[in-house]
């Protein structure tokens, strides 16, 4: 089974409007973390926002925030605000167990391709 | 700036040959994380180093090695290589506060296998 899963392979949204991109996880470790990641088209990747299994609030940081529901085991990214430089490639992906020292051990999923429109 | 340093930026070569990808992790991060992107596996682990010693191993196979030097700078060996092994490599290094944990990653390698 897919650990991470993105169903939407590419999203459209007008500049200005708020989008979702949807992400499932599939885990049996009650320790865990949610990351978004920001591909553009230049490749480096951009560490969005994290979620941990524990944490009681959404995450947010700056126009970007973090659904979590966690019985539904849903994780999806919500970006208000929409601007024409957030056209990219955006992963999800978890970290599955505390971690220890090897807490950027990171399943990613494939990818929705945001593209925003003027 | 992730602060995550990799070189070379883009490496050409032929089936067969040996190459090394070299990371340098944000000052005072001992962890560095190689990843592979390739269009057909997606964004894969391959393999951490944590002050020097091998921590955890993903989908890294036998002809890939990877090192971390007294001075935590990393370097990925990929060997025998083939068409296949084509892809995006990127290393990463990770910063973990009060709980809140990231992963930095470098603007990665592109390795082209002709």
């Known amino acids: 089974a897919q650990k991470i899963t993105q169903t939407q392979p590419g999203m459209f949204v007008q500049e200005k409007e708020a989008v979702t991109l949807d992400c499932t996880y599939d885990t049996s470790d009650p320790s865990y973390g949610l990351f978004w990641y920001k591909q553009p088209s230049s490749g480096e990747m951009i560490f969005l926002i994290y979620?941990?299994?524990?944490?009681?609030q959404n995450a947010t940081e700056g126009r970007y925030s973090l659904n979590f529901q966690k019985a539904r085991k849903s994780a999806n990214l919500v970006i208000s605000a929409s601007q024409l430089g957030d056209s990219a490639m955006y992963f999800c992906?978890?970290?599955?167990?505390?971690?220890?020292?090897?807490?950027?051990?990171?399943?990613f999923g494939q990818g929705t391709i945001l593209t925003v429109h003027p | 700036d992730s602060g995550v340093t990799q070189t070379p930026k883009h490496l050409i070569t032929a089936t067969g040959q040996r190459v090394t990808l070299r990371c340098s992790p944000r000052s005072g991060d001992l962890s560095v994380y190689w990843y592979q992107q390739s269009l057909d596996q997606g964004l894969q682990f391959l393999i951490q180093?944590?002050?020097?010693?091998?921590?955890a191993k993903g989908n890294i196979l036998e002809r890939f090695s990877a090192q971390q030097f007294p001075d935590l700078h990393s370097e990925l060996n990929l060997s025998s290589l083939e068409l296949g092994d084509s892809a995006l490599y990127f290393c990463?290094?990770?910063?973990?506060?009060?709980?809140?944990?990231?992963?930095?990653f470098g603007s990665g390698t592109q390795l082209s296998v002709l």
């Open positions: 990463a290094s990770s910063f973990r506060d009060r709980g809140d944990e990231k992963l930095f």
């Open positions: 992906a978890m970290r599955e167990g505390s971690g220890g020292t090897s807490y950027g051990k990171l399943t």
């Open positions: 979620q941990g299994s524990y944490d009681q």
């Open positions: 180093y944590y002050n020097g010693e091998e921590r």
